[in-house]
Structure formats: structure tokens, C-alpha cells
């Protein structure tokens, strides 16, 4: 029995489940990932294409989708929170490509009709294509509850017309979701999701280069100039219109959790170099983990990862009842943001530990802790910034959707 199975906690049910895709994301990432490649992804900002197919064939990639839209079909969410760990703790930017090439394929799972579902899901999950959610616009960013992106119904069709900036896989992706105002004047009452092809009349993506971090999974603005959309290809059918809004907050509280597994495998990975750099760095005699102030970082680092993976694996576990519609989204809500915050900031203090132990070498590129504070950095933003997040939190208490 894994010990880490053991220590947090998990169900009696899921334990094999759980050991075993540790085990296989393990040796996926020992028998693909290497360091050149890590630095030439980084370095050229390319998405590492066949490593995300050979994880898609291997199950990694919607590991909790059922079989028959292609999934692996496993029964619990903390199966994809151990994949999303054990791949970022071998290689932050690696491991984080590979997880961020379905972003918001979970709208279309959760939403979905059962014809979009069976189109569009296994292409992604085999690791054939990836996928897109683009909520952000440049005048809208935290707030969305009001949106430039319009889409006018025109018979049997809708026009787009409107900016989405900052979206993950645009660059890539044959296809995905888009969030417009269907009625303005009703704001997020008035909001649908479309799924929208990217070489479709008008539609023009254009990639976003230079980010500090997870260089490898890119970014760009997808521009709609009256673009024709059937109505068909609203999320979940007709009966739909007008819950874009909701669904896209809906979803975010998956997305907000799976972030936590992110932010966990990115500080094992800063982690992992420190402590054993702390054991051969000999200064004043002795190796740097005998001084008591670099025992004092460690702890430290130990605590947070420690009761990170508790609140990460707690909260995929309730993802199981919310998928389910167990959990009232509120309550979902408060849970997830809660896991991210806690945990992303103290990626944060984890990873910067980890540069001051490697000393130097911490601020090198070489010794690889670098990176993984660069690639850390935007889980602070992304999926809601910590601001939001700690404002999500207090509303649903003040709102007895979570009590202590
Ligand atoms: C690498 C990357 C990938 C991304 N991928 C996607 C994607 O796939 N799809 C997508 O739709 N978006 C994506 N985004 C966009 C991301 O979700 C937004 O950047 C984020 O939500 C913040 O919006 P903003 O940048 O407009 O900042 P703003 O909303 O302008 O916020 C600026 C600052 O003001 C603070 N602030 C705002 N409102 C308040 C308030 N009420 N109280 C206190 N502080 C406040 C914020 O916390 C922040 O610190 C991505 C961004 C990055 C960097």
C-alpha cells in the first residue's frame, strides 16, 4: 500500500485506482520527459505535441470522462488531481502543457448535448486535438458579468462579433467554447456558450508570445467579425440559452480545483531540487541542511505541501457529489476557492524557499527552480486571481453556503 494513499485520507474504494494511475503518470513522465526537452519547450514557447498524444493514448488526459466519449472512465476526481501532481512534480512545464491542453473540455461534458459530447470529446481526450474556454475580453477580465462579445440571433443562426484575449490552446485548437452576450441589456442573465471552430469565415486567432511562464501551453486573442454560428452549436441545446454565465461559474469550480493540483505539483517539483541540494551543499563544514535556519525552510515548505495535498484531494473528492449534483454550486464554489487560494499562495512561499536554499543557482535557469517559479506565478491569476477568489469565499459564509 502507497503511504501517500494512506496518509490522506483517501477512500477505502478509489485506493487502487488512485495507486495505480500515480504509478503510471509516474513512468510516463520518468520515460518521456527530459530536461532538453523541457528547456527547448520553455525556451521556443512550442507546444510539446507528441508527448500530449502519447499521454492522451495512455489514459492521462480526461481521466474521469467516461469510456464512451473516449475517457479513461475513472470513478473519482482525485484521480485526476494525483495524474495532474505526479506530471508537475516531474516537470512543472512539461507536466503543465500535457494537463492544460483540454482546459474546458468539462463545459462541454458537464453541458453538453449528447451529440456535441460524442463529437467533440474524444478527439481531445485521445490527445488528437486540444480545446478552449474564452471567457476574458480585454475590457473584461474579473468581471464578466457584463460582456463586449455579442451574438445576434439571425434566423437560424447567431453572428458573433467581439474580442476574447489571453485564451489558452486558441493558438492550437480546431475548435472550442466561446462566452457572448445573447442579450445585452439582460447582462449575466443574458449570457449563452457557443462552440465555435477556428476556421470558420471570421474567425481569426492570433497568438499571445512572451509570457513569463508555461511557456509551452499558449495563449492567444480569438477575433469573431460576424461570424456565423448555427444554432445548433449553442452548449447543451436551445434550452441552454441564456445560462452561459452560470455554466461557465459552474464549471470554474472544477477548473479552480484542478488549479490546486497545479499549484501542489509545482511546489513537490521546487521542493524535490531543495531538499536534496540542502543535503550535499556543504558550507561552514557541513552539508546547508544541518543549519537550523535552512531546517526552519524546509519545515516550513513541509507544513504547506502537506495540508496543500489534504485540501486538494478534499476538494476533488466533493468534485465527485458536485459533478453528480450533490453539492449546491455555492457551497462548491467556497470549497474550491478556498483550495485555491490556500494552496497557490503557498506555492509561492514554497517555491521562493526552494530558490533561497539553491542559493545562486536558485535564480539560474540551469538548477530549474527558475522555472518553476515563473511557471507558478499565473495560478494566482488565472481561473479567478486570489482577490476574487478570497471575495467568493466570504460571500458564500456570509450566505451560509459554508459554514465552519
Ligand atoms: C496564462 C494565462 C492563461 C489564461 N487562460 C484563459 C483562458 O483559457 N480562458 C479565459 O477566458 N481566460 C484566460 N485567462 C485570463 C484570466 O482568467 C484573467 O487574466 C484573470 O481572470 C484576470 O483578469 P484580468 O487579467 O482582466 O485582470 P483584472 O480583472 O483587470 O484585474 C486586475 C487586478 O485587479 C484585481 N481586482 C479586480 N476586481 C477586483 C475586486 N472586485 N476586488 C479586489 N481586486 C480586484 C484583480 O485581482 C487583479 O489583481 C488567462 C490568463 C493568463 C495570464
Redesign the pocket.
Known amino acids: 500500500m502507497s503511504q501517500i494513499t494512506d496518509t490522506y485520507l483517501i477512500p477505502e474504494q478509489y485506493k487502487s485506482e488512485v495507486d495505480l494511475v500515480r504509478k503510471t503518470a509516474r513512468e510516463f513522465a520518468q520515460r518521456y520527459f527530459t530536461k532538453e526537452l523541457a528547456h527547448k519547450i520553455d525556451k521556443e514557447e512550442a507546444f510539446p505535441w507528441d508527448l500530449y498524444k502519447k499521454a492522451g493514448e495512455l489514459g492521462l488526459i480526461g481521466s474521469t470522462i467516461p469510456t464512451e466519449y473516449g475517457g479513461a472512465g475513472f470513478s473519482t476526481e482525485i484521480v485526476s488531481a494525483v495524474i495532474t501532481e505526479e506530471l508537475i512534480r516531474a516537470d512543472t512545464t512539461l507536466g503543465q502543457c500535457i494537463l ?1 491542453g483540454a ?2 473540455l468539462g463545459v462541454l461534458y458537464l453541458f453538453g448535448t449528447e451529440e456535441q459530447k460524442k463529437q467533440y470529446i474524444p478527439p481531445v481526450v485521445r490527445g488528437e486535438k486540444t480545446f ?13 458579468t457584463e460582456l463586449s462579445t455579442v451574438a445576434k440571433k439571425d434566423g437560424d443562426y447567431f453572428i458573433l462579433k467581439g474580442i ?7 493558438p492550437t485548437a480546431e475548435y472550442g467554447i466561446v ?1 457572448a452576450q445573447t442579450e445585452p441589456e439582460k447582462k449575466y442573465r443574458g449570457q449563452t456558450l457557443f462552440l465555435i471552430h477556428t476556421d470558420w469565415p471570421g474567425v481569426e486567432i492570433k497568438p499571445l508570445k512572451g ?1 513569463m ?2 511557456r509551452g ?1 499558449p ?1 492567444g486573442e480569438i477575433r469573431l467579425d460576424n461570424v456565423k454560428v448555427p444554432k445548433e452549436n449553442i452548449v447543451g441545446g436551445e434550452k441552454e440559452y441564456n445560462m452561459g454565465f452560470y455554466r461557465a461559474l459552474q464549471y470554474l469550480n472544477i477548473g479552480r480545483t484542478h488549479v490546486g493540483a497545479v499549484a501542489l505539483g509545482m511546489m513537490l517539483n521546487a521542493f524535490d531540487k531543495a531538499f536534496e541540494y540542502a543535503q550535499k551543499r556543504i558550507q561552514f563544514g557541513k552539508p546547508i541542511i544541518e543549519h537550523q535556519l535552512i531546517q526552519q525552510k524546509l519545515a516550513e515548505m513541509i507544513q504547506l505541501i502537506d495540508l496543500s495535498r489534504l485540501a486538494v484531494y478534499r476538494a476533488h473528492l466533493i468534485l465527485d457529489d458536485y459533478i453528480k449534483g450533490l453539492v449546491e454550486p455555492r457551497t462548491m464554489a467556497a470549497i474550491s476557492s478556498i483550495t485555491k487560494t490556500f494552496v497557490t499562495e503557498s506555492a509561492t512561499k514554497v517555491i521562493d524557499h526552494a530558490i533561497q536554499i539553491l542559493g545562486g543557482g536558485g535564480y539560474m535557469e540551469e538548477f530549474e527552480v527558475e522555472r518553476a517559479w515563473r511557471d507558478h506565478r ?1 495560478t494566482r ?8 477568489n ?2 467568493t469565499i466570504v460571500d458564500a459564509v456570509r450566505r451560509g453556503y459554508f459554514k465552519l
Do not use: C, M, R, W
Open positions: 492544460s482546459f474546458g478552449f474556454l474564452a471567457l476574458t475580453e480585454p475590457e473584461h477580465g474579473s468581471d464578466i476574447k484575449t489571453f485564451i489558452t490552446n486558441a462566452l509570457k511562464g508555461q501551453s495563449i499565473v491569476i488565472y481561473e479567478g486571481t486570489t482577490e476574487i478570497l471575495l
